[in-house]
C-alpha cells in the first residue's frame, strides 16, 4: 500500500489482517495454530504443495516454508520459519502459486519467475532438475513481429505442469502431458506455448490439478454464437441424426468426435459399441455385474440410473421424493450416476441413498448457507443440491435447431409421438422447453441436449419401470431411449406409448412461445466491463481417468473442452484437487466431481467430511495442500471486516432469492394462458426483462465482493462505490417497469389467470416475500414479493454508514462512504415515493369513469392533484356547466360531461393574476392555442395549485419524473418553471397551422427561437421564430404535387414572411437567388431556368419588383445566343436597352412590349451600322440610314428582317474621302446615347447596401447605426457559420474578429496614417461577404461577369464596361464617405506628415521635379486610388478581353513588328532605332563576369530594364502598372550612368530610341490593351506628372513600333 494511504488504512486496521494460521489433514484434535517463526507482516495470498508453500505479503514480496528440496543450502531445505526468496525482492510480486512440489509468481509489470523441481520441464527451464532460485520465465508470442513480451496475470500449477493467464486473456503452457492442451507430442515443453485451442475467447481464470487442467471462460456474446453446422468440421459425420423405430423415432444430437480425444489400447474398442470386449477395464466390468442390483435399490427409492455410456447426458438436477403415491414434480433431490463403487460393498452405498432419499432436504438452516454441497458418491459430472424446489420454467422463445427438428419430426411421423417418464402425452411446449442445442465449439464437441427433470405421474409408472428393467439402459428422469448397437451418444427418444399429439396441442405450444420473455439477461456491455461476469463456461482437458474432467467419461482429452452441464450455471470461480474439480457458483453452491477416494467431493455421510468449526476470526482465504491446510484470518478492527463480510454474505443471499422468485414465480406467470391484453403482457414482461437485469448485476456484485474479500480491502474499491450511478440507475429502471404495471391494474388482471398458481405455491410466495400474515390477500403478497428488490437499497446505505464509522471524519473515505449511504438511501425513499404514487393513481383510475380511462390511462402517467372536490373552477363557465380538471404529471385534462381536453405540461404556462384584476384567486394558464383563467375557493388552494402545476411543469421539462435526485444539481427544486424552453406541441385550432406539429424553443406560449413545423401535407420549415412567427434565418419546403418534388426555399424571414436574402429551387428547375420582401421575389436577384441549372437556357439577373423584373436587368438567352442589357417592366423589356448576339450584332435603342420599336442603332460584325426605326426584334421599318464599312451610305425609308432582304426607298451616297473620315467617327461615337446610363444600372444593389447600414436612401442616415448594423450582421453571420457543417478558416475568423472593432478618427487633421487605416480595413471588409461591403462587392463582380463573359464578350461593350467601372467607384466612394465622414472628397489633397525627399532631377532636360506643375505637395484622395485596388483584381478577366477584341487589329500589326525587329542582334537593333553609341553597352555582367558586347549578342543589353517592363502584365490596377513603367525608366539610368561613368540628363530625343528598343525587347502581347486600360482609368492628377510623361513615351512607342519599316 503506498505510503500516502497509510494513515487511512490504518484506520481500518491494516496491520490485524493476513493472519497465518495452519493446521495438518487427518488429525481431529490438532487446532489451527500460527504459523511458526512467522512475524507480523500482513499476508495477502498463500498457497500450498504436498508438503511446502509459499506466503505472499503486502509489501509484494515472497516467503517459501516447508520441505524444500531444491535449494542449495543445507539449512534451508527444511527451514524452521518462511525463508524470503531474495531474488525476488524489489518485483513487487502481486499473485504467487504452488505445483506439487514447485512454485511460481508473477510480477506487478506481468513478469512470471518459477523455481522448485523440474524433471518435467514444469519450471520452463531445459535440461535441470531443479530451479533452486526464482527464475524469470520468456514468454513471447511467436506470431508479432517483432516478438513481443507477454504479460502474465495469473498462474495455476499442477504436479507436472503449469499455466500461465495473460492480460490479453490468453492461455500459456508448459510442462509435461496432455493437460496442456497443445498440440505437441514432444515433451518436456520447456517453452512455454499459447493454447491455440481456446485463443480468441476471454479466459477469466485458470485453474491445475494433478494431471488435469481447468478454464473459466467468458461466454460468446449471443450475436457471436454460430449457428449449428450439419456436420463434424473434423471427421464429416452428421452431427444431429433421426432414426425410425418399430414404435419410436429416435433423435440423436450427442455426436463425439473422436479427434482430440485420446483413447488408451483398453478402451478404444469399447468407445463405440456397449457390448463388453475383453479388452474392457475391470472397471467397466464390475459396473456391469454391478448394474442390475444397483438398479433394483434405486428404483425402490424412486430414483433412476445412468448407466456409463449415457453419463455424459446427466444433467445436474434433483428430484423431491415424496410418498410413492404422490406426484414427483420437484427439481430438488439427487441424479445418481452408477460408476467405481468407492466403499467396500454396496451396502453401505444403499444405506447412504436410503438416506438420502428419506429425507433430502435434512439439516438445511433458515440462515444463509454460503456454500452448499451436493451429496452423491463420486461422479463424473457435477452435482447439486439446491435447497428449495425450483418449478417447471416455460418454454422460452429461443428455439434452437434441435427444438424446430423435434417439431418438424413430430409432424412428419404423426403417428403416437408421446413422452416417457410423465404418464400422458408430453406437450411439446415442455419438449422444446427441456431440449436445448447449445452450439459446436470447434468441431470437437456436438452440441449437448439438457434433460430437463420430469417425475412419473400415473400408473403409467410401472410401465415405465418394466421397460427399464428389460435391459434397455436408460437415463435417470427423461426416458432416452437406447438400441444396445447405437454406442455413446444423447439421443432424444418419442416413443408412441398410448397418445398422440393433438393439433390443438401443438397450437397451444406456439401460441405460448409467441409472446414468452426470455429471462437470461441481455448482454450488459457496461456491467460486464466492470464487474466479474456471470455468462461462464467452464472447459476441462488432460488426464480423467478419476471422472476429473466432468465430461461424463473417463477418457482424457489433448484438447480443452466445454463442460455443458454447467452452461449456464453461473460459475464465478474453479478449484483443483490432485484428482477432483470444484467450481463454485454466484449464488454460492458447489460442483463437485472426479475422485472421491477420501469423501473430498463432500457428496457421502462419512464422518470424515463433517465440516468442524473452527473459531480463528474473520477468514479471507483457505487453501490446502496434500495434507495440510491454511487460512488467513482478518482481525475485525472497529466492525470494518464484520461489514464487509455482512455485505457479501447478504448480497449472495439476496441473489439466491431473486434467482429463487425470477425461476420460481416470474417463470411460471409468464407462462399462464389468458394473461389479459397485450399491453399488460408487455409491460409484465418489461418487469420481468429489468428483474432478470438487476438480479443478474447483484449476482456480478456478490461475485465480486467474493474476490474483494481475498484481496485488499480496501473500501474505495468496494463496486457499489465506484460504480454507484450502475447500481442506482438498474435499481430505478426496475422500478420504473413495476409501478407502471402497478398503474395499469397489473396485479388486478393477474388475479384471475394466476389463482391456482398462486394458491398452489401460497407457502412459497409468504416464503419469499417474508410476510406471515396469513390475511393478506395473495396479490398483496405478489404486490409486495415484486417490490422487495427496493428493499435492499436501505441494506446498502446501512452497511455504508456503518463502513464510514471505521474512519476518521475527515478522511476521504469518510466523505465518499457517507456520500454513498446517503445516495442509496435518498434513492430508497425516492422510489418509495414512486409506488405511493402509483398506488394513489391506481386508486383515482378506479373511481373515475370508464371510457375516459381507457383514453387517458398510461403506464407513465401519475396522477398529482384533481378538482373534484370543487376547489377549482373554469373563470366564467356556465351556470349548468361542469368543468373537472385533473393534473397528471405529463399533462393537465379538463373534463366536462362527456368531452375531455389534454393540456401536455411541457407547453402549459401558469401564472397567479393580480390582485388589481379583481380576481384574488385566479391562476392564469396559457397555452399555444387557448388562454383562461382558473379560480379556487381560497388563496390556500391556489398556492397548493400554483405549486403543484409549477413543479409538474417543471419535473415535466428535465424529463426526469422517473429518475432520483442524486444526479448533480438536480436535487434543487426550482421556485418556478423557465418561461422559456423546448418542447413539441401538435396544433388544433390554429387554421394556419391545424395539425402541425413544432418541435423547438417556446416563449409563454408561442414558438421562439430556433424549432422544426411541419404540417401534414408534406410542408415544412425549420428555422427561426420569434413570437409565433417565422422570423430569421430559415429553411421551407413545399411538395409539389404534379411534378413530385420540392419547391425549397432558405434564407431569411419576417413576421411569417420570406424576407431579405434567400434562394428558392422551384420544383420545375428553377432557382432564384436574390431579395425577397412579402413572400415575392422583391430587390436584386438571380433566376436561373432551366432543368440543369449549369447549363439552363436562360439566365436573369437584375431588379425585381413584386414579383416581377422591374428596373434594370441582363437576361442571357442561351438557347437564341442573345444577351439583353437594360430597363424591364412588369416582366417585359421596356425603355433603352442593348442586345448582343453570339454573331456579332450590337443593337442599341428603345424596347417596348419585349420588342425593338422605336429609334435604335444597329451595328453587324464587318462594321456596317443602321440608324434608324425599328418596329420589331431586328426588323427595320421606318426612314434611317444604312452606312457600309468602306463609308458609303443610304438615306430613305427601310423595311425588313435584318439579315432576310430588306426593301429600301432612298438616296445612295458615295462620299469623299475627307467626308468619310468625318462621318464613320461621328456615327461610332453614337455608340452608349440610347443604352442605360451606368449610374442607371445596379441600383436594387446599391439600395441594399444602404438599406443594411440602415439609411432609407443614399447618404440619409446616422453614421452610429450604421456600424451597429455592421457589427449585429456579422456577428449573427459568425453564429450561423458556427451551426453549419462549413468551418470557418482560421485566419477567416480573425478577420470577422477585426471588422468587429470600429475604427476611430475622431478629431484632429486627416492625415496619410488614417487614410492608410482606412485603405485596410476596406481591404478586410470586401473580403467578406459577411460585411455589407463585402456582399455588395461580391454582387458587383457576380453582374459584372454576368454581363460581360460569354455572349456579352463584344468589342462594342467596351465603352459600357469602363463606365460602369466608374460609375461603381463613385457610388462605392459615398458608401465610404458616410462610414468614415472624415475621409475628404474626391480631389482633396492630404498633406504629408514627413517631408518629400530632396527634389530630384527630372528625366526631362531643362526642368526640375514634374510635381511643381501639380498642385501643393500631398497625397491626393481619389475613389479610384482607394478602391480599385479591391475591385480591379476582380473584374480584370472580363474587362482586358473587351479590350483586346477592340484593339485586336492594331495589336497584330504591332506584334508582326515587334516578331520581325526581335530577329537583329543587339547592336543592330540599337543602330537600326537611332539609339546615340555612347549608350551602347560595351560590357555586360553574366553571373559577375563581366562580357564584352559582340555583334552577335541578343537580349543582352538593357535586360534588367526588359525584365522590369515585361512585369506590366502581371499587374492590374493602373496606378501599379505606371509604377512598373517608372520602375523601367529607373533601370535604363542606371544602366546607362554604369556605362557614361558620369552624371547626365536625359532629353527625350536621347531616351526615346532607348526606351523603344526596352519595348521592343519585352516582348509584351497585348501592349496596345495595356496603354487603353491606364488611359482610360489611371487618376486624372498624374497626366501631367512625371509618370504621366512616362506613359505618353510608352504610348508613344507603341503607335511608332505599328509605323516602323525595316529597311
Known amino acids: 500500500m503506498d505510503s500516502q494511504e497509510r494513515s487511512s488504512a490504518e484506520a481500518e486496521g491494516a496491520k490485524e489482517r493476513g493472519l497465518v494460521h495452519v493446521w495438518q489433514a487427518g488429525f481431529c484434535s490438532i487446532n489451527p495454530e500460527r504459523l511458526p517463526g512467522w512475524g507480523g507482516k500482513t499476508v495477502l495470498q498463500a498457497a500450498l504443495g504436498v508438503s511446502h508453500g509459499v506466503l505472499l505479503t503486502e509489501g509484494g514480496e515472497v516467503y517459501s516454508f516447508g520441505n524444500l528440496p531444491w535449494r542449495t543450502e543445507p539449512g534451508e531445505i527444511c527451514p524452521r520459519s518462511p525463508l524470503l526468496e531474495n531474488a525476488l525482492v524489489g518485483q513487487h510480486v502481486i499473485t504467487v502459486a504452488t505445483g506439487s512440489f514447485h512454485s511460481g509468481a508473477v510480477t506487478e509489470n506481468g513478469m512470471v519467475y518459477m523455481w522448485g523441481q523440474n524433471s518435467a520441464g514444469q519450471c520452463a527451464v531445459a535440461n535441470q532438475h531443479y530451479v533452486p532460485e526464482p527464475t524469470p520465465i520468456s514468454i513471447s508470442d511467436s506470431e508479432t513481429s517483432p516478438l513481443l513480451s507477454v504479460r502474465i496475470l495469473q498462474l495455476a500449477c499442477g504436479e507436472e505442469h503449469t499455466l500461465a493467464l495473460s492480460i490479453s486473456r490468453e492461455i500459456w503452457a508448459w510442462g509435461t502431458g496432455c493437460q496442456l492442451g497443445l498440440i505437441t507430442t514432444t515433451f518436456p515443453v520447456t517453452k512455454p506455448q499459447k493454447v491455440e485451442h481456446l485463443a480468441g475467447r476471454v479466459v477469466l481464470q485458470v485453474a491445475c490439478g494433478n494431471s488435469h487442467s481447468l478454464a473459466l471462460v467468458q461466454c460468446l456474446p449471443s450475436q457471436d454464437v454460430k449457428p449449428v453446422p450439419e456436420r463434424c468440421n473434423h471427421c464429416s459425420q452428421l452431427l444431429i441424426t433421426m432414426t425410425d423405430k418399430e414404435d419410436h423415432v429416435i433423435i440423436s444430437d450427442s455426436h463425439c468426435c473422436p479427434l482430440g480425444v485420446a483413447l488408451s489400447d483398453a478402451q478404444a474398442e469399447s468407445h463405440d459399441t456397449i457390448t463388453p470386449s475383453t479388452g474392457e477395464s475391470l472397471e467397466s466390468k464390475h459396473l456391469s455385474e454391478s448394474q442390475g442390483e444397483e438398479k433394483k435399490t434405486l428404483r425402490e427409492n424412486g430414483l433412476s440410473v445412468a448407466s456409463e455410456v449415457d453419463v455424459e447426458n446427466i444433467q445436474p438436477v434433483n428430484v423431491e421424493t415424496t410418498h410413492p403415491e404422490q406426484e414427483i414434480t420437484g427439481t430438488t433431490g439427487i441424479s445418481i450416476l452408477g460408476n467405481v463403487p468407492l466403499f467396500p460393498d454396496n451396502h453401505v452405498e444403499k444405506e447412504c441413498l436410503q438416506k438420502l432419499s428419506d429425507d433430502p432436504l435434512q439439516g438445511h438452516p433458515e440462515t444463509s448457507v454460503d456454500v452448499e454441497v451436493a451429496q452423491v458418491p463420486g461422479g463424473f459430472v457435477p452435482l447439486i443440491e439446491e435447497p428449495n424446489p425450483i418449478l417447471l420454467s416455460p418454454p422460452t422463445t429461443s428455439t434452437s435447431a434441435l427444438n424446430s427438428f423435434v417439431v418438424s419430426c413430430a409432424s412428419a411421423v404423426g403417428v403416437r409421438v408421446a413422452a416417457t417418464c410423465e404418464a400422458g402425452a408430453l406437450s411439446l411446449k415442455k419438449v422444446m422447453n427441456f431440449y436445448s442445442v447449445a452450439p459446436c465449439e470447434g468441431g470437437l464437441q456436438s452440441g449437448h441436449v439438457s434433460a430437463g427433470p420430469e417425475g412419473p405421474k400415473d400408473g403409467r409408472e410401472d410401465q415405465v419401470k418394466l421397460e427399464s428393467m428389460q435391459g434397455k439402459k436408460s437415463s435417470s428422469l427423461v426416458d432416452v431411449r437406447e438400441e444396445g448397437s447405437e454406442g455413446v451418444s444423447r439421443r432424444l427418444s418419442l416413443p408412441g406409448l398410448l397418445s398422440q399429439v393433438s393439433p390443438r396441442l401443438l397450437r397451444k405450444a406456439a401460441r405460448a412461445k409467441t409472446r414468452t420473455v426470455v429471462l437470461t439477461p441481455t448482454y450488459s456491455g457496461e456491467a460486464d466491463a466492470l464487474l466479474p461476469s456471470l ?401 379556487s375557493s381560497t388563496p390556500q388552494e391556489k398556492t397548493k395549485w400554483l405549486r403543484a402545476i409549477s413543479q409538474a411543469v417543471d419535473q415535466a421539462l428535465r424529463g426526469m419524473s422517473d429518475f432520483p435526485p442524486y444526479a448533480s444539481g438536480s436535487s434543487v427544486q426550482r421556485q418556478e418553471p423557465p418561461i422559456s424552453r423546448s418542447a413539441r406541441y401538435t396544433f388544433y385550432k390554429d387554421p394556419r397551422l391545424k395539425d402541425a406539429v413544432y418541435d423547438g424553443r417556446w416563449l409563454s406560449g408561442k414558438p421562439h427561437g430556433r424549432g422544426t413545423l411541419k404540417w401534414t401535407d408534406g410542408k415544412m420549415y425549420n428555422g427561426m421564430f420569434r413570437n409565433g412567427l417565422e422570423d430569421g434565418y430559415g429553411e421551407y419546403k413545399v411538395p409539389n404535387k404534379v411534378l413530385n418534388k420540392d419547391d425549397h426555399y432558405v434564407g431569411y424571414w419576417k413576421e411569417g414572411k420570406m424576407c431579405g436574402q434567400g434562394i428558392y429551387s422551384y420544383a420545375n428547375g428553377e432557382v432564384y437567388e436574390g431579395c425577397f420582401h412579402d413572400n415575392m421575389r422583391h430587390g436584386h436577384g438571380l433566376l436561373r431556368s432551366g432543368k440543369l441549372t449549369s447549363s439552363s437556357p436562360s439566365m436573369f439577373i437584375g431588379q425585381w419588383v413584386m414579383d416581377k423584373k422591374s428596373g434594370y436587368g441582363v437576361f442571357d438567352d442561351i438557347t437564341r445566343g442573345e444577351k439583353y442589357m437594360g430597363m424591364w417592366h412588369d416582366d417585359m423589356c421596356q425603355g433603352n436597352g442593348v442586345v448582343v448576339t453570339q454573331f456579332g450584332l450590337y443593337y442599341e435603342g428603345t424596347f417596348n412590349f419585349n420588342k425593338m420599336m422605336g429609334t435604335g442603332i444597329l451595328l453587324s460584325e464587318d462594321d456596317t451600322v443602321y440608324e434608324g426605326e425599328f418596329s420589331d426584334d431586328w426588323t427595320l421599318n421606318g426612314k434611317g440610314t444604312l452606312t457600309m464599312p468602306n463609308g458609303d451610305y443610304i438615306e430613305g425609308l427601310f423595311n425588313g428582317e435584318w439579315g432576310s432582304g430588306i426593301k429600301i426607298t432612298g438616296t445612295y451616297f458615295k462620299p469623299s474621302l475627307y467626308e468619310s473620315e468625318k462621318d464613320r467617327p461621328k456615327v461610332l461615337r453614337k455608340l452608349g446615347n440610347l443604352a442605360v446610363p451606368a449610374d442607371e444600372k445596379w441600383k436594387a444593389v446599391f439600395e441594399e447596401c444602404w438599406h443594411q447600414l440602415g439609411c432609407e436612401s443614399p447618404g440619409q442616415g446616422e453614421v452610429w447605426k450604421a456600424w451597429d448594423n455592421i457589427a449585429v450582421a456579422l456577428t449573427t453571420h459568425r453564429r450561423q457559420h458556427r451551426d453549419s457543417p462549413e468551418i470557418l478558416s482560421r485566419s477567416h475568423t480573425q478577420t470577422l474578429e477585426s471588422l468587429e472593432f470600429i475604427p476611430q478618427h475622431v478629431g484632429g487633421a486627416f492625415t496619410v496614417e488614417k487614410y492608410d487605416e482606412i485603405k485596410k480595413y476596406l481591404i478586410k471588409a470586401c473580403d467578406t461577404p459577411l460585411h455589407p461591403l463585402g456582399r455588395l462587392i461580391e454582387t458587383l463582380v457576380a453582374v459584372y461577369r454576368m454581363t460581360y463573359v460569354g455572349v456579352g464578350a463584344n468589342r462594342r461593350l467596351l465603352q459600357e464596361a469602363v463606365k460602369e467601372i466608374q460609375s461603381y467607384l463613385k457610388r462605392i466612394f459615398q458608401l465610404v464617405r458616410f462610414l468614415f465622414p472624415d475621409l475628404p472628397e474626391e480631389g482633396s489633397t492630404i498633406p504629408l506628415s514627413v517631408p518629400l525627399p530632396q527634389e530630384r532631377k527630372s528625366f526631362c532636360t531643362g526642368k526640375s521635379d514634374s510635381r511643381s506643375e501639380s498642385p501643393e505637395p500631398g497625397y491626393v484622395v481619389t475613389s479610384s486610388g482607394l478602391l480599385l485596388p479591391v475591385l480591379l483584381p476582380r473584374l480584370y478577366p472580363p474587362l482586358f478581353m473587351l479590350y483586346a477584341l477592340e484593339n485586336d487589329r492594331e495589336e497584330d500589326i504591332y506584334w508582326e513588328c515587334v516578331l520581325r525587329l526581335n530577329k537583329q542582334p543587339d547592336t543592330a537593333l540599337l543602330s537600326f532605332l537611332g539609339v546615340q553609341r555612347k549608350f551602347w553597352p560595351v560590357t555586360l555582367s553574366v553571373f559577375g563576369d563581366n562580357k564584352k558586347v559582340l555583334p552577335t549578342t541578343k537580349d543582352a543589353c538593357f535586360a534588367s530594364a526588359v525584365e522590369c517592363l515585361q512585369q506590366i502584365s502581371t499587374t492590374f490596377t493602373p496606378s501599379d502598372k505606371l509604377k512598373v513603367i517608372q520602375q523601367t525608366f529607373e533601370e535604363i539610368s542606371q544602366n546607362v550612368l554604369a556605362t557614361l561613368q558620369e552624371d547626365f540628363l536625359w532629353s527625350m530625343d536621347d531616351l526615346f530610341p532607348v526606351f523603344l528598343y526596352v519595348v521592343l525587347r519585352a516582348r509584351i502581347r497585348n501592349l496596345g490593351s495595356e496603354v487603353h486600360l491606364i488611359e482610360d482609368l489611371m487618376d486624372p492628377y498624374l497626366q501631367h506628372g512625371e509618370q504621366g510623361i512616362m506613359f505618353t513615351t510608352l504610348k508613344a512607342c507603341y503607335y511608332q513600333i505599328q509605323r516602323e519599316k525595316l529597311n
Open 535 to 935: 455468462r461462464t463456461e467452464v472447459w476441462t482437458w488432460g488426464k480423467g481417468k478419476e471422472g476429473q474432467l466432468g465430461h461424463g467419461d473417463v477418457l482424457p482429452r489433448l484438447q480443452p473442452l466445454c463442460v455443458k452441464c454447467l452452461d449456464g450455471k453461473e460459475v464465478i470461480q474453479l478449484a483443483a484437487g490432485g484428482h477432483h474439480s470444484l467450481a463454485l457458483t454466484a449464488k454460492s453452491q458447489v460442483y463437485s466431481w472426479g475422485s472421491n477416494t477420501f469423501g473430498q467431493l463432500g457428496h457421502s455421510d462419512s464422518p470424515t467430511t463433517v465440516p468442524r468449526l473452527a473459531k480463528l476470526g474473520y477468514i479471507s482465504s483457505v487453501t490446502a495442500g496434500k495434507d495440510s491446510c491454511l487460512a488467513l484470518v482478518d482481525k475485525n478492527i472497529m466492525g470494518y471486516i464484520a461489514s464487509l463480510h455482512e455485505l457479501a454474505t447478504t448480497e449472495r443471499r439476496f441473489y439466491s432469492k431473486l434467482s429463487d422468485i425470477k425461476s420460481q414465480i416470474l417463470r411460471p406467470l409468464l407462462g399462464l394462458e389468458n394473461l389479459g391484453t397485450t399491453t399488460t403482457v408487455q409491460l409484465l414482461q418489461e418487469v420481468a426483462s429489468r428483474f432478470s437485469k438487476l438480479c443478474y448485476l447483484i449476482g456480478q456484485h456478490g461475485a465480486s465482493l467474493s474476490s474483494f474479500l481475498h484481496g485488499s480491502k480496501e473500501a474505495r474499491s468496494l463496486a457499489i462505490l465506484k460504480h454507484a450511478s450502475l447500481f442506482l440507475d438498474s435499481y430505478t429502471e426496475y422500478c420504473t417497469s413495476i409501478t407502471n404495471f402497478v398503474v395499469m391494474g397489473g396485479f388486478q388482471l393477474l388475479a384471475k389467470p394466476a389463482i391456482d398458481f398462486l394458491n398452489k405455491n401460497q407457502e412459497l410466495l409468504q416464503d419469499l416475500s417474508e410476510v406471515n400474515d396469513e390475511n393478506v390477500q395473495l396479490m398483496e403478497v405478489l404486490n409486495t414479493l415484486f417490490f422487495l428488490p427496493i428493499r435492499r437499497l436501505h441494506n446498502y446505505a446501512r452497511v455504508l454508514l456503518k463502513l464510514a464509522t471505521c474512519f476518521e471524519v475527515t478522511s476521504p473515505e469518510y466523505q465518499k462512504l457517507q456520500d454513498s449511504s446517503s445516495c442509496y438511501e435518498t434513492l430508497a425513499l425516492h422510489l418509495g415515493r414512486k409506488r405511493k404514487e402509483a398506488e394513489y393513481t391506481l386508486g383515482f383510475w378506479k373511481t373515475f369513469p370508464g371510457k375516459m380511462t381507457d383514453s387517458l390511462r398510461k403506464p407513465e402517467r401519475r396522477l398529482i392533484c384533481e378538482s373534484s372536490n370543487r376547489a377549482l373552477s373554469l373563470q366564467h363557465a356556465g351556470r349548468f356547466s361542469v368543468n373537472w380538471f385533473i393534473l397528471f404529471n405529463d399533462s393537465l385534462v379538463h373534463a366536462q360531461f362527456s368531452t375531455h381536453h389534454i393540456f401536455p405540461l411541457s407547453t402549459l404556462w401558469v401564472e397567479p393574476i393580480s390582485e388589481e384584476v379583481g380576481s384574488v384567486n385566479g391562476l392564469k394558464i396559457t397555452t399555444p392555442e387557448e388562454q383562461f383563467i382558473l379560480v
